[in-house]
């Protein structure tokens, strides 16, 4: 989970403008609600916008993520002073039980090896009480959405209040497998700099992620479209079973 596009500062600065309104939420707020859950652990919280909405909800919310950068953004969001934010990842977490944990906005996808994404899926299982919820999203890759992932295709050109007008573009360098190496392009035309963020995503089948949860000790409950992504996103729910009596 380790890019310029969340480490560094001034692209932490600007990443909601550029990400656009968060139209996937709230379908996941639907969730949480059908779940019925309480208490919310946000992996790869990032800039922080699902974990303050859910505060704001009366949900009781801890948002993780291992950039600094986009918890500073996070932390000035309304409602921030009610989430406990951890810098790190789910190895690193403190002893937790909360209800359901979720990663949103493709978190799922940068975990680029099975060990990584093993380690973080046992990471989770342990911060869930028992009968506790996992629900994340992952791009389908049977649609190869990458073959429009080009500067025509998703140039943009937006203005922060913070940081003025900027352009920006992605592009795809390599395609291994399910991995795919992206760069993405900015410019700001205040002082005509330019930077780039570097990064490597994952896209595994869905075969191959529910096999996953299965082995990481996960219940499949369900396997669902994203709503705001129709044949582009598959929504996992998964849980951590309970004691049987």
């Not at 989430?83 to 937790?96: A, F």
């Not at 099975?114 to 649609?143: C, I, K, M, N």
Request: glycine fraction near 10%; charged fraction near 20%; proline fraction near 6%.
């Amino acid at each position: 989970m380790h890019d310029d596009l969340f480490a560094e500062p001034r692209l932490a600065q600007i990443y909601d403008v550029w990400e656009g309104e968060r139209i996937d939420l709230p379908s996941y707020l639907a969730i949480v609600a059908e779940l019925g859950a309480r208490s919310v652990l946000d992996v790869g919280c990032g800039t922080g916008n699902w974990a303050s909405m859910l505060a704001q909800h009366g949900y009781e919310v801890v948002g993780m993520d291992p950039a600094e950068a986009s918890l500073a953004v996070a932390r000035a969001k309304p409602g921030a002073q009610r989430v406990r934010w951890i810098h790190g990842d789910v190895m690193s977490l403190p002893t937790l039980a909360v209800d359901l944990a979720t990663m949103t906005g493709n978190v799922s996808n940068v975990f680029v090896t099975q060990q990584e994404w093993l380690a973080t899926l046992g990471g989770v299982h342990a911060a869930l009480r028992p009968g506790g919820y996992l629900v994340f999203e992952s791009v389908d890759p049977a649609g190869q959405p990458w073959l429009n992932w080009n500067r025509e295709r998703t140039y943009v050109r937006r203005e922060s209040a913070d940081a003025g007008v900027f352009e920006s573009w992605l592009e795809v360098t390599g395609v291994d497998g399910d991995l795919v190496s992206i760069q993405r392009t900015y410019v700001f035309a205040a002082d005509g700099a330019t930077l780039t963020s570097e990064g490597v995503r994952r896209y595994p089948p869905r075969p191959v992620i529910e096999d996953s949860l299965i082995s990481a000790g996960y219940e499949l409950t369900d396997v669902r479209g994203a709503p705001d992504r129709p044949g582009l996103e598959l929504v996992f729910i998964a849980r951590k079973p309970a004691p049987t009596s």
